[in-house]
């Protein structure tokens, strides 16, 4: 009897934010070079003379859908908190400007919640339910990360 395995793609993007009401550095507006694991626990698949034969998932197919829903939108992005208006309205008086607006503080917690919650249905409601999102691990610095389990 097969076990279910574990993959992980790993996915970099750059963005901005500010923590407003942080007592530290990180209330003031600077970037991060972040990094995101997405970690799907499921079974080897057994469909001989397909391009799939032997994976959980294709690593592409990861990616793919990742970069589509979370990656392209937040890379080279400023991620703001809606409550900070004052930096909410002066981004927005900056033409063409990439800025994200969350309900929440763009903590590296915060941040790895929403993705988890955007990419979580995607891999539970497809490939005809074999698959569950079971980590979304996000690195904001190479020290420091916030882990979200299913």
Request: zero cysteines; hydrophobic letters at 40%; proline letters at 2%.
């Given at each position: 009897m097969n076990k279910k395995i574990e993959i992980t793609r790993r996915l970099e993007f750059d963005a901005g934010h500010r923590i407003p009401n942080h007592e530290g550095h990180c209330r003031h507006i600077h970037g991060h070079r972040y990094v995101m694991e997405v970690t799907l626990?499921?079974?080897?698949?057994?469909?001989?003379?397909?391009?799939?034969?032997?994976?959980?998932?294709?690593?592409?197919?990861?990616?793919?859908?990742?970069?589509?829903l979370v990656i392209n939108k937040w890379d080279?992005?400023?991620?703001?908190?809606?409550?900070?208006?004052?930096?909410?309205?002066?981004?927005?008086?900056?033409?063409?400007?990439k800025t994200v607006v969350l309900d929440t503080i763009p903590t590296v917690e915060n941040l790895a919640q929403t993705a988890f919650s955007i990419l979580e249905p995607v891999f539970k409601n497809n490939f005809s339910g074999r698959l569950n999102l079971n980590r979304l691990r996000l690195y904001e610095t190479p020290n420091c990360w916030a882990d979200v389990y299913a």
């Open positions: 626990l499921g079974d080897v698949l057994n469909h001989q003379g397909y391009s799939d034969d032997g994976m959980v998932l294709d690593f592409g197919d990861i990616k793919k859908l990742a970069n589509e080279h992005a400023f991620l703001v908190a809606k409550e900070d208006e004052s930096l909410v309205n002066f981004l927005a008086s900056i033409p063409d400007h």
